[in-house]
């Protein structure tokens, strides 16, 4: 199953709820927007690429659920969800660029019903793109791997982030694919284990060799001489800095002070052209993720907590941004990206 998909028998989301491993495996079913909002904010569905088809079903969803009786009312309707959706995470490129790419489908459209097809078309479409621009982007960063590498991610940009496939887990994927001996070191990556809990489950899924080391331990690693690349994800990229989840950027410095080549894994929808020199909103998560692991209390309850979803990595720590577009050594420009 993909990590999120649309159900056509019952006009619904359906997805993974990544909150629940990797002790429990259960597909839930989003029938409101209000439903589908909750899910992204408790990160059941996560990860960039993920967002971005989160988001375009999301414009689907609202669409067929709307009892406008007229094309503009039902554009009210969705530029209303649209807005309600982005404002659930802000720092994820892809889940606006869902979003918009899909409302632009409107524009296709000639009347009530046909607008409600083209977007759900076209949410369609940006999930069967994903995991196809996810494969290319594997087989490109692939190359960069070696027979016998140990690789350490940070997080989960695996087909878990994605609609399948992954982007970090990708090149992977495809290296192992490819017949080389790929070993993967995985930082657990608190304060919600997303390396721990998805990581570990997805490469053991697939028989992956993967060890699980706290966020703590990296620098260690490294110095030991157990690393050979670093592979991580991206949530934005924008012209001086990758975003991507807390810990990223220590690792890269780590990296850069070992001389290990540190690559980031992004589909192009993950570079952010609208503001490519300007600051990126970094998502400010409940203080209770520092404090409770699940239910269990792991701090003082009024302790007071700062908790950064995202940190932003200098390009100059960046030895390699890996696209289905091939590999891109910074500092690139926005127009060689995009053309
Ligand atoms: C392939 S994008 C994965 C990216 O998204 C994660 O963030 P979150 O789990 O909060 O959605 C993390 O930054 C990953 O690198």
Redesign the pocket.
Known sequence: MRTIDWNDDSNSIVMIDQTLLPMEYKVIECKTLASLCEAIKS?RV????ALGAAGAYGIALAATLSSASDMDALIRDLNVAAKTIKATRPT?VNLAWGVDRTMGAISDAYDLSGIKDVVLAEAKNIADEDVETNKKLGKHGAKLLEDGDTVMTH???GKM??VDWG?ALGVIRSAVEAGKDIKVIACETRPLN?GGRITTWELMQDNIDVTLISDSMSGHVMSKGMVDKVI????RITGDAVF??IGTYTHSVLAREHEIPFFVAAPISTFDPNNWEDTVTIEQRDANELRFFKDVQIAPADVKVYNP??DATPMENVTAVITEKGVFYPPFLLDELLA
């Open positions: 990160l996560r990860g960039a690429p994820a997080c989960n940009a982030a994605c982007t997303q991580v994800g991206a949530d991507n989840k979803a995202f």
